[in-house]
């Protein structure tokens, strides 16, 4: 991405929405200057010590990778562990070089073309400690995520008449949720996925979703409706699965960010598995949910 295409289109794009003030422009080109390459060459001062996160070839805003980055013959030099720190700090050591590497590695490969100098410096400063990747698992994630505000499947969650028969497991009413709807094909047990979300209950969106697999002038819809259509139109049959993916807060003027939406678009970007059928375009979409809270919708009732 040029100086020039960031200026144009996500900083213009931004400012229909929000003041941004000559200052913070020149803060966000500074940053941008510190993490990205460009045609090859990078963008960032690689000499500066302080600056360990190199970037990757930034390809588009979908797919990047990054290393840690070390100055040439700079070695790293750890606490020795028989010294006298406390032990609890000294315990910690490898465990927190472990996740911070692992944190600002994109990948195992990456790390593990990193991992020998840091490993070499905890043998040297006592520490019999493997280094692995070890990235947070999804799960965990989703954990830390949901834990205070996920319910398990209540009496409340559903109202359908047969627990059995609700489309969400039981969870049919939960609002403000990410979803995720699997398609497969009885031909040939292909599988499509797409994420959504929704502010209001599941079961109104899985309405409108139904709505849009049964009439043809909504076929345009969803990404997740076109291909229900392309599907009949070829008689191909087919069935559909929900699943509950998280729970995040939608925008309030008090948070003024949208969880919401950023829980979806974190779906998109970093587990495209999940959402084969999403446009890359809903990534730069803006939050409907910030926009009811503007003045200049609100009705007077
Ligand atoms: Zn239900
Ligand atoms: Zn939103």
Redesign the pocket.
């Known amino acids: 991405m040029t100086a020039k295409l960031l200026n144009k289109a996500p900083l213009d794009f931004a400012s229909n929405f929000n003041t941004i003030t000559p200052f913070e422009k020149h803060v966000i080109f500074q940053a941008k200057k510190t993490m990205l390459f460009n045609a090859k060459s990078t963008w960032c001062k690689r000499t500066d010590p302080s600056f360990e996160v190199t970037m990757g070839s930034f390809d588009g805003t979908e797919t990047w990778t990054y290393k840690p980055y070390l100055k040439p013959n700079n070695t790293p030099l750890y606490v020795h562990k028989q010294s006298n720190h406390p032990p609890l700090i000294i315990r910690n050591i490898p465990e927190s070089i472990n996740r911070r590497l692992t944190n600002i590695s994109s990948n195992e490969t990456t790390f593990n073309t990193t991992a020998p100098v840091y490993q070499e410096a905890l043998l040297k400063s006592g520490y019999g400690y493997h280094l692995r990747y070890k990235p947070q698992s999804p799960n965990t994630r989703q954990h830390i995520l949901t834990k205070h505000n996920l319910q398990p499947a209540t009496q409340n969650n559903c109202n359908c008449r047969a627990q059995t028969q609700c489309p969400l497991e039981g969870n049919c009413l939960a609002n403000t949720i990410v979803y995720q709807a699997t398609v497969t094909r009885h031909d040939n047990n292909k599988e499509e996925s797409y994420i959504g979300l929704t502010e209001n209950t599941f079961k109104t969106r899985y309405t409108a979703h139904k709505s849009s697999f049964n009439h043809k002038d909504k076929r345009n819809a969803t990404t997740l409706s076109e291909y229900i259509w392309k599907l009949k139109d070829t008689n191909v049959e087919h069935t559909v699965k929900w699943k509950l993916i998280s729970k995040a807060r939608?925008?309030t003027t008090s948070s003024k960010t949208?969880n919401?939406?950023l829980e979806e678009k974190f779906f998109i970007i970093h587990k495209p598995s999940l959402a084969t059928l999403n446009k890359r375009n809903e990534l730069i979409s803006s939050?409907?949910?910030?926009n009811k809270h503007l003045l200049c919708n609100y009705s007077n009732r």
């Open positions: 939608a925008y949208c919401l939406c939050c409907r949910h910030r």
